[in-house]
């Protein structure tokens, strides 16, 4: 027994450290979920601020949880709550001026309820149809259907159950309604433990102060499938993960491969997850250590086995809703039972048999260190947790960018009016989550704000130069609240506004102050917009050796991000020439072609960081004529075009090369500019107009 018990202790250490170095371990789990965290701020400032707070965004699973490893792939899980609904559970919590819905729980699975329609001006229920989302029930109230929230869709995302997936990312949304109030179904979970044990009074206060939502989909074996909603305890159950310890976040880990691998994902990881939240209650917490991981898979092997053999999986915090009611039939559920079965009876060895991030391999290399089964070549935990950090960050720069040009999209309406003092207004929106917002959304207001305030000053700037003005001490103001929005993009907009508004020698000293910043090492351009000019992938973002220590996202943008430079037409008059062109891309035809929900940038000219501060050194050293600096940036600008492989705009760096040939009476040159750019892009595209004003010159020459 003792030789068993030292031999499960090894193997639970030597795992342990496979986990660590695959990136299960505290630092990589904190990085993903401050993150995930981060990035659902992003998203719930942007609707706060376009929709008056009509939407809030929660990312759920394994991502935001810090429960997976670049082999498991796991999807990014996003609710999106409409607060426009009051989801009640009893007639008190009515509210005047809302779209009421009282939860029924008759005629209906623990864990589902139905929702009847209450009127708005008058805490009574609704007797009328109001249109084909609502029926009429067996005794007569109105329900609304579960199909509801399917037109609230975002474009090009297909339904599947109460979710809807984004085929070109590894994305699912889950549209939903909120609820204030904690299930009552689960008022009994509050007492269930004492107070010393797993997960403590205070997870409990919480997990019951953030009630729950109501998601799109029925009971599986529900005669009236389309009028149920499940009750979703999503906030609490994240919290409870976020409680978890390192020993617990690996052994789930552990059982989603196991069940991927052996099980071909059968057993979700929703369940392997209500299993390890169940066995972390009613265990002793000092169970939970690494020389015992391999005692933990174990049990919760044998829990999770107990429950697909009685066909019973009960939900945590409605242990009467059974996650596994009509979902397996019996051969299936005798097939997992031995499955199952021969893991426990191996102790685990089976987990050798794991090709998801070469586990296998890396234990047996671990366990005989001078054999090995074969020349795979194992990434250094260094360089996976370079990794994931590279992957989460370039989502979030992303997101950041999203959220930026969604909010001035916002503003600008496709009417191409955007009006200043609404915008102040969302920015001090944006400002209100910095001063009373969590961590996380004082965090995103802290990179939100910047790009917002220099939009609003070169705006204004543009205003004063239009009517012949000097650029005012208003719009150098919020222009000088943006220069830190990241290495490039806020001082190109001061300088490319200073340098059409005749301040030229100010324009140089700026630009040569970017310069000295953009060290092309470590920073990386960074656009929304998916260009097929962009080569490489994610895993090779540029960041500086140790910046995957630092939490701090507003230091590292400002070391390692370099966004797209964005000029709206309101903005038309701090933008040089050559780059105006870009506003107006393409004649009527194409623009109707265009999805307006994705290509709204491009009615603005958008180009990348560094090719535009090449082009504008360009401008300014011709005004000062300085012919060694003009030749000296026209050299980098085309060894930029040529040698970056992450631009996301090329072919309006690759026109604004063709203007700078132009200048320098390089037809051939220029000519080849715009070809070149034409064949990175063959609509939307400038270089066709270009190429005609060219065509156009060489006639006239001749």
């Not at 949880?65 to 919590?93: H, M, P």
């Not at 994305?171 to 403590?200: F, I, M």
Request: glycine share 6%; net charge neutral.
């Amino acid at each position: 027994m003792d030789r068993l018990a030292d031999e499960l202790r090894d193997f639970s250490l030597r795992l342990s450290h496979v986990l660590d170095d695959i990136g299960v371990n505290e630092r990589t789990v904190m990085m993903r979920r401050s993150t995930g965290l981060l990035t659902e701020s992003l998203y719930t400032q942007e609707h706060f601020v376009n929709k008056n707070g009509r939407s809030t965004y929660f990312h759920f699973g394994s991502q935001t949880e810090g429960t997976t490893t670049l082999g498991l792939k796991s999807d990014t899980d996003t609710l999106v709550c409409d607060n426009r609904c009051n989801i009640i559970q009893d007639w008190g919590q009515w509210e005047q001026g809302k779209e009421n819905l009282l939860m029924l729980r008759d005629n209906v699975a623990p864990g589902y309820c139905r929702l009847q329609l209450l009127r708005s001006d008058i805490p009574v229920a609704w007797e009328d149809l109001p249109g084909d989302h609502f029926e009429y029930d067996d005794e007569g109230r109105v329900l609304m259907k579960n199909t509801t929230l399917n037109s609230g869709l975002l474009p090009g995302l297909i339904r599947h159950g109460p979710s809807s997936s984004d085929e070109n990312i590894n994305a699912d949304y889950v549209p939903g309604l909120p609820s204030k109030n904690w299930p009552t179904e689960a008022l009994p979970w509050v007492t269930r433990t004492t107070a010393d044990q797993w997960p403590g009074r205070k997870t409990k206060c919480f997990a019951v102060n953030s009630g729950c939502f109501v998601v799109p989909t029925g009971h599986c074996l529900s005669e009236t499938e389309r009028l149920e909603w499940r009750i979703s305890t999503s906030i609490a159950e994240r919290c409870l993960m976020f409680n978890m310890n390192i020993t617990q976040i690996r052994c789930y880990v552990v059982l989603k491969m196991i069940m991927k691998t052996f099980l071909n994902g059968i057993v979700t990881s929703y369940q392997c997850k209500t299993v390890l939240m169940h066995l972390v209650e009613i265990t002793n917490s000092q169970l939970w250590r690494e020389e015992n991981l391999i005692s933990c898979i174990i049990m919760s092997l044998r829990l999770l086995q107990l429950c697909v053999f009685i066909n019973n999986c009960p939900h945590y915090f409605i242990p009467e809703n059974n996650l596994l009611d009509g979902r397996l039939n019996l051969e299936t559920r005798q097939n997992i039972v031995f499955m199952i079965g021969n893991i426990i009876d191996s102790k685990c060895i089976a987990i050798l048999g794991i090709e998801m991030d070469n586990i296998g391999d890396r234990l047996y290399a671990i366990c005989n260190p001078f054999i090995r089964r074969n020349s795979i070549y194992f990434m250094s935990p260094k360089d996976v947790c370079l990794n994931v950090y590279n992957r989460l960050q370039y989502d979030l720069y992303r997101e950041i960018h999203t959220s930026f040009q969604d909010i001035v999209n916002g503003l600008d309406n496709h009417t191409h009016i955007m009006n200043c003092n609404d915008m102040k207004d969302r920015i001090r929106n944006v400002l209100k989550f910095r001063a009373n917002g969590s961590c996380s959304e004082r965090a995103a207001a802290e990179v939100l704000a910047p790009l917002l305030c220099t939009t609003l000053g070169t705006k204004l700037a543009s205003a004063d130069i239009s009517r012949g003005r000097c650029i005012s001490a208003e719009s150098l103001q919020w222009l000088s609240l943006g220069i830190d929005s990241d290495v490039a993009s806020g001082r190109l907009k001061l300088a490319s506004a200073l340098f059409c508004s005749g301040s030229i020698g100010k324009a140089s000293m700026i630009l040569n102050d970017v310069e000295q910043k953009y060290d092309t090492r470590v920073t990386e351009p960074m656009c929304r917009c998916m260009s097929t000019g962009v080569l490489g992938n994610m895993s090779s973002l540029r960041l500086s050796e140790n910046c995957f220590l630092c939490y701090n996202y507003k230091t590292t943008l400002n070391i390692n991000v370099a966004f797209g430079v964005v000029f709206t037409r309101q903005e038309i008059h701090c933008v040089p020439n050559a780059l105006k062109y870009e506003m107006f891309r393409c004649p009527e035809e194409e623009r109707r072609t265009r999805d307006e929900d994705m290509d709204f940038w491009m009615d603005w000219a958008v180009v990348d960081s560094l090719p535009y501060l090449y082009y504008l050194q360009y401008m300014t050293y011709r005004r000062l004529d300085n012919r060694a600096g003009q030749q000296r940036v026209l050299g980098r600008l085309i060894h930029t075009i040529n040698t970056e492989p992450r631009l996301h705009h090329r072919e309006t760096a690759l026109n604004l090369l063709g203007q700078c040939m132009e200048i320098e009476d390089r037809l051939m040159d220029a000519f080849t500019c715009y070809r070149r750019s034409l064949n990175l892009k063959s609509t939307n595209n400038v270089a066709r107009w270009h190429i005609v004003k060219l065509l156009y010159r060489f006639f006239v020459k001749e």
